[in-house]
T-cell receptor
Framework: AQSVTQPDIHITVSEGASLELRCNYS??????LFWYVQSPGQGLQLLLK??????LVQGIKGFEAEFKRSQSSFNLRKPSVHWSDAAEYFC??????????FGKGTMLLVSP | NAGVTQTPKFQVLKTGQSMTLQCAQD?????MSWYRQDPGMGLRLIHY???????DQGEVPNGYNVSRSTTEDFPLRLLSAAPSQTSVYFC??????????????FGAGTRLSVL
């Protein structure tokens, strides 16, 4: 069965600093990978996705992620964090029948 | 463009009560799913449907029933609510074809408390 690990429960980053959120997956076939963001009290918004091809994918709000098959990783990055990026971030792998297996999430705190 | 609509947004139940969480989508999506979100647990799949008349269990189906009589609607029923079902519930839909790489569209969630 597929699984997703987000090793960091909380991360605090200074505004303007760079960000990397880690995600490792376990899946027997070609993975379809997603990052979602959830602001407090809100639903989930898709940031970006990887299906195939270029291993560096661009998303909304200035985020990017790099798929590394050898490391089973799909880390999310942003060069300069804004206070509005404070939220919870979920990595997910696409499973059968259009369902998703999620990691437990990483809460991003942005300090002034 | 409504997308995925969940009602109610908030609900408080007493142990043993029953209720139905509603989910409707207007995108003509074949696939619909229910997830629950608990602190430190991420989102876990409860039930899903690949089309009208077809449903299946996810990771945590116990205590929940679903049905899919139309493409648009996918209600989630709690027959006898328990405090362990206190959670935030999300409904999602995605288009047919493409299987696991389909993008899922989420509703805004229903926050349920069972006392």
């Amino acid at each position: 069965a597929q699984s997703v690990t987000q090793p960091d429960i909380h991360i605090t980053v200074s505004e303007g600093a760079s960000l990397e959120l880690r995600c490792n997956y376990s899946y027997g076939a070609t993975p379809y990978l997603f990052w979602y963001v959830q602001s407090p009290g809100q639903g989930l918004q898709l940031l970006l996705k990887y299906f195939s091809g270029d291993t560096l994918v661009q998303g909304i709000k200035g985020f990017e992620a790099e798929f590394k098959r050898s490391q089973s990783s799909f880390n999310l990055r942003k060069p300069s964090v804004h206070w509005s990026d404070a939220a919870e971030y979920f990595c997910a792998v696409g499973a059968g029948y259009s369902t998703l297996t999620f990691g437990k999430g990483t809460m991003l705190l942005v300090s002034p | 463009n409504a997308g995925v609509t969940q009602t109610p947004k908030f609900q408080v139940l007493k142990t043993g009560q029953s209720m139905t969480l509603q989910c409707a989508q207007d995108m003509n999506h074949e696939y619909m799913s229910w997830y629950r979100q608990d602190p430190g647990m991420g989102l876990r799949l409860i039930h899903y449907s690949v089309g009208a008349g077809i449903t299946d269990q996810g990771e945590v189906p116990n205590g929940y029933n679903v049905s899919r009589s139309t493409t648009e609607d996918f209600p989630l029923r709690l027959l006898s609510a328990a405090p362990s079902q206190t959670s935030v519930y999300f409904c999602a839909s995605s288009p047919s074809g493409g299987g696991a790489k389909n993008i899922q569209y989420f509703g805004a969630g229903t926050r349920l408390s069972v006392l």
